[in-house]
């Protein structure tokens, strides 16, 4: 009775949170959807805005700037924290400490602040560092430092990367070979979950592309701003098909995670199979 | 010609002297141990052997060959890590094949090698279990396995039976010494655990805050110590300074401390004859605590605290404040430093 209880409880809560989350979609899909709203109720539902919004040619380009942005900086902040973290396990473990503090940095960092403080001192400066792409880049490197290091720490902290170098070593192998082969694969939970976290950070970043990219880059988020001047509903359509997107984009990256997972259990159950008989 | 040889081997890291002028040798197709409490230096000088280490002073001598400026991956030694450290992402084979595709060896040789490995610890049909799927004792025979399957110089084992519950170690020391002979490979065990060392073990390097306290064979070292932390480390000896051990027994003063093994104490009711050859001393027992087969009594001689060893027979038990005897033979009070 105590268990159904609390059962009870817990399903209650869970359901209060998805309404929550779920709700102000609901609502933006809804009026997506309707066609005039002036009066209590709308005149009726049409699809209108959305074959309007896949009928213009300047909806695509946004799209692909938007998802060129989000994915860049964060295979680019991946890369250059693994390798600052091999630096860390093998060669100054003492190191890791002040990691943690230039990592940690950028939570503290408002996107405007960032955005500016880069803007005045870059643009005066000869290319390629006055590149407005090549700034963006970046500065969004910066802002998800913080996500990509964790995510690649925690699950170091779950193997003894030191040790498994070590004894890669000892078979031969170089300790950035040991590294590539033998710490990193262990490590693509974590990158995957941070790299997920900086992607929707970065996709839904309004404030530092408009200010560093401005109309060098107009990526979605700048396209539905100009929007919100037109068409209410047609910026509520925009929202929903952002939002499949990422969806999209989060959902892939899962499933194949579970395929891989999926192929190497059903490989060993083979395997185990076959040694039984 | 000695096939490892340490010299004038010296290691600090920052204000702590870990090795202090360590030379020693190893013969080939020998095993050897170094013991020693925590912190005595015996992993650091392992690591040195490896190559994960590099020492302050001292050159290191394998086969013939100064290695001391090698990498690790150039000096044919392969080492098993007291938490196995085996790469969670790859299988059982894998892991075993690790170290033949870095020599990149033909697929079917590769094959044939980790087959006979993994015959040799006895884990066929394990190959595509992943380490977390395994037991303690499996994981650390698939360390051995890969360590052994590139067939190394010389097999360097870190605690590695540590971690490992009490009988199954009894039965992975056997497989260990057993692979040893059947390779004949030169291996050095680094413990802290006395039995294992003496069980495993062609010569004992006995270490103490850096130094080799004494080096020598098994028993040797057991029955012989030649420093008093020797003889309090490998065998629980009852180590006596000089003047108390003259007072104790009436003897002219002996500069020298005194090591006395506890089970070659003879514990009676009875005063026995006076022998020339043996102490006898009018004692009081304090208190006894059972050690497996044996129980240990705590003797009060005079102004001394002598620990007994008795084999365990519930008939012949001695009780606290009882007054007993303590027969000890003169050639086993052991001088010692």
Known sequence: ?277 | MAYIQFEHISKRFGNNRVLTDISLTVDEGRLVTLLGPSGCGKSTLLRCLAGLETPDTGRIILDGEDITDKRPAERKVSMVFQQYSLFPNMNVYNNVAFGLRIQKMPRRQQQQRVEEMLAMVELQGKENALPRQLSGGQQQRVALARSLVTRPKVLLLDEPLSAIDAKLRKSLQQRIQQIQRQLNITCMFVTHDQDEAIFLSDIIHLMHQGVIEQSDEPIALYTNPKTSFAASFIGNYNVLNGTAFAQMVGDAMTPHDVAVRPETINLLLDAPENEPDRYVLPGEVKEFSPHGNVIRYTVRVGAQDLHADVLFRSFKLFHPGQRVYVVVEKRNCLRVN
């Not at chain 1, 009066?39 to 998802?67: K, W």
Request: glycine content about 4%.
């Open chain 1, 1 to 277: 009775m105590k268990h159904d209880g609390k059962q009870r409880l817990n399903l209650t809560v869970m359901a209060l949170v998805s309404v929550y989350l779920i709700l102000p979609l609901m609502l933006t899909f809804l009026y997506s959807l309707f066609q005039e709203w002036t009066s209590i109720l709308p005149t009726g539902l049409t699809l209108r805005y959305y074959a309007d919004l896949f009928a213009d040619p300047g909806f695509y380009m946004p799209i692909v700037r938007t998802m060129i942005i989000s994915t860049v900086p964060v295979l680019l902040c991946s890369l250059i924290t693994l390798l600052a973290m091999y630096v860390v396990v093998v060669h100054h473990p003492r190191w890791q400490k002040i990691m943690q503090i230039l990592c940690t940095v950028p939570y503290s960092l408002q996107g405007v602040i960032l955005a500016i403080s880069v803007l005045a001192l870059y643009s005066g400066l000869p290319l390629p560092f006055s590149d407005r792409i090549a700034m963006l880049v970046c500065t969004y490197c910066v802002l998800i430092l913080p996500y990509t290091y964790r995510g690649i720490q925690n699950s170091l902290n779950a193997i003894n990367a030191r040790q498994m170098i070590e004894a890669a070593q000892l078979l031969g192998c170089h300790p950035l070979a040991a590294y590539l082969r033998v710490v990193v694969p262990n490590l693509v939970s974590g990158i995957t979950v941070s790299a997920m976290l900086s992607v929707s950070l970065l996709f839904g970043d309004f404030v530092v592309v408009n200010i560093i990219g401005g109309s060098y880059y107009s990526t979605a988020q700048m396209y539905l701003y100009k929007m919100m001047f037109r068409s209410g509903q047609q910026t509520s359509a925009m929202i929903v098909i952002l939002f499949m997107l990422t969806l999209l984009i989060s959902a892939s990256v899962l499933l194949l995670q579970q395929q891989r997972q999926r192929n190497a259990q059903v490989k060993q159950e083979e395997a185990d199979g076959i040694h039984t008989v």
